[in-house]
C-alpha cells in the first residue's frame, strides 16, 4: 500500500468514532444506492461484497431492504470496519480490505457494491475491473462515486480568490460508463449540502476522514484559506456544496 493510501486510510480511521455525525451526503447516497439495488433481480440470501463499508450506511440499507443477504462488508480503515460490524446485522460479516486490491474469490458474488469510496481509489478503471472479476456470471457491479462536478463552488471560490484550483480527476458519466464497460449504465444526481460556514465545511470534511489531499496536491497558505472561505461564504455565512454523483450498473454476463 502506498504512503498517500496509508494516510487515508490512517485518517478515516481516526474519524470512525466522528463520522455518523457529519457525513450527511453519504447517509444520502447510501439510501439511494441501496434502493437502486433492491429493484435488480437478484436472488434470496445474496451474496454481496461491499467495498467501503465506513459504518454501515449502505451495509443496513441492504440487510433492510434484500431478503436475507449475505454481506460481507470491507473496508480500508479498521476503525470504520468495527462501527460496522457493531451495529450487529444479521447474516453480515466484516473485513478490512482495500478495495482497490480487493483479496476476495472471483466469480463469487452477486453483487459487488461500494458507496462514494471509488473516488478514493488511484487507479479507478483497473480497481471496477478487478471488483468485477468478483461478480458471479450473471450478478451485479453497483457503486456510487463522485463526478467531475463535484465542489463546483469551492472552484470557484478559488478563482474568485486568485488561487488555482485543484481539480481531482473524478469521471463524467461517459467516463464511467466507458470504465465499466459493455451493457453498462450510469444515472448522476447532484445534491447540495448546506454547512454554517466555511470553516464548518471543512470541519464535516475533518469530522469523515476526508481531509487527505492528494498526493501531488499543494496545500493552501494561511491567506490563501481566508480568501477562498470569503468567496465561497454567502451573505448570511452559508456555504453550500454540490457533490455530483453517478451511479454505475454492470450485470456480468452468462
Known sequence: MSSWKQRVAARFDAAAGTYDAAARVQRLVAEDLA??????????????????CGTGFLTQSLADRL??????????????????????????????????????????????????????????EGALDRLFACVRPGGWLALATLGCD?????HDACRGAGVSPYQRPYPDAD?????????????EMAPVIASPSGHGFLRDL??????????????LSAGELRRVLRHLEQADGQVYTT?????GMRQKGL
Open 175 to 187: 467516463d464511467l460508463a466507458d470504465m465499466l464497460g459493455s451493457g453498462a449504465t450510469v444515472e
Open 206 to 219: 475533518k469530522s469523515i476522514g476526508a481531509h487527505t489531499r492528494a498526493a501531488d496536491q499543494a496545500p
Open 35 to 52: 434502493v437502486r439495488i433492491s429493484a435488480l433481480p437478484l436472488p434470496s440470501q445474496a451474496r454481496v461484497l461491499e467495498v467501503g
Open 243 to 247: 457533490y455530483h454523483v453517478l451511479f
Open 150 to 154: 463535484t465542489f463546483r463552488e469551492w
Open 67 to 124: 431478503p436475507e443477504p449475505r454481506i460481507l462488508a470491507t473496508d480500508i480503515a479498521p476503525g470504520m470496519v468495527e462501527a460496522c460490524a457493531a451495529r450487529r446485522l444479521p447474516g453480515v460479516s466484516t473485513h478490512v480490505m482495500d478495495g482497490e486490491h480487493p483479496d476476495a474469490p472471483a466469480e463469487r458474488f452477486d453483487l459487488v457494491c461500494t458507496s462514494l469510496a471509488a473516488q478514493w481509489f488511484t487507479d479507478l
